[in-house]
């Protein structure tokens, strides 16, 4: 147990996720970055770090493996293909490992549902960023409504904030959307469609959720969606549900968006900031569960 430190957090992947978990990092009080660590020889991500005095190095996961007892918690935020040969390593180095990439190698978590539950396991999916930002909802109106038999979700995030690793997993990110909605809402079919919107200036992310319903009880299930988002506000400061729910045309519709933080990425590109977000809330809860007293 640590007493009165920092938990050791180690991070893989020196891309925008990474960069941007990093200076989440500089921010906590019960997290810093030991180690930063990545594999292009030209990462700007890696030139940053060494201006804010963290250590790094280009020999990724390797870095980890010479040297284990830099960190207690690991983020991945390489790829799915990568995550795939990092976990086994990490399970076997007995880190806590946050999987940022659309894997589904560890337990699904999205913290307004289940965060506790993922504590005890050594590797935890941050599932992705329209999981994370519709799951909770389609939940919550599952919870109101009961037995939903398909849902549909669209989101729509600015193309600028689509890397090299979101173009890369598009499949993966569509795949993992709709498994976390049928896991975490019981929903029997869920669908999920990503768009990435060239427009300048570049939009918000917004997702749009249908539920074919010809009624609903939606006084209901708006008192409860307040309640939602302000618990989601905690951890996801621009977390926002745009509309009361309707029914048209036999469908109950429902919009989000999320305004990024802008500590690293600029506040368009909360797709990339909801998932880190959440990914630190996790962080911190297992240091204040495990790490420190």
């Known amino acids: 147990m640590l007493k009165g430190k920092k938990a050791k ?128 909802i389609i939940r919550t109106i599952e919870d109101v409504e009961g037995n939903l038999n398909y849902v549909e979700i669209v989101a729509s995030i600015s193309s600028k904030s689509a890397g090299v690793g979101t173009r890369n997993n598009i499949d993966e990110y569509t795949k993992t959307t709709s498994e976390a909605i049928k896991q975490f809402a019981g929903v029997k079919n869920a669908k999920a469609i990503i768009v990435l919107n060239p427009a300048e200036p570049p939009i918000l992310m917004h997702n749009t959720i249908f539920v074919p319903l010809k009624k609903a009880k939606l006084s209901k299930l708006w008192t409860q969606l307040i309640e939602l988002e302000k618990k989601i ?8 549900i745009t509309n009361r729910p309707v029914i048209e045309n036999n469908r109950l519709i429902i919009m989000n968006q999320v305004i990024g933080r802008g500590d690293f990425l600029p506040s368009y590109a909360g797709n990339l900031d909801i998932i880190n977000c959440a990914a630190i809330e996790v962080a911190e809860a297992y240091t204040r569960k495990y790490l420190i007293h």
């Open 9 to 136: 957090v180690g991070i893989i992947g020196t891309g925008n996720i990474g960069t941007d978990l990093l200076f989440k990092i500089q921010r906590s009080e019960l997290l810093e970055c030991s180690i930063f660590a990545g594999k292009n020889l030209n990462s700007e991500g890696i030139k940053r770090a060494k201006n804010l005095g963290i250590n790094t190095s280009f020999e990724s996961i390797n870095a980890i493996i010479a040297h284990p007892e830099l960190c207690d918690i690991v983020f991945d935020a390489t790829s799915a293909e990568a995550h795939r040969v990092h976990a086994p390593i990490l399970n076997k180095l007995g880190k806590f490992t946050i999987d940022m990439t659309p894997s589904r190698i560890g337990k699904m978590c999205v913290p307004y549902l289940n965060l506790e539950d993922c504590l005890s396991e050594a590797n935890v999916n941050m599932v992705t960023c329209g999981g994370q930002a519709t799951a909770p």
């Open 233 to 240: 506000k905690k951890y996801v400061p621009g977390y926002k």
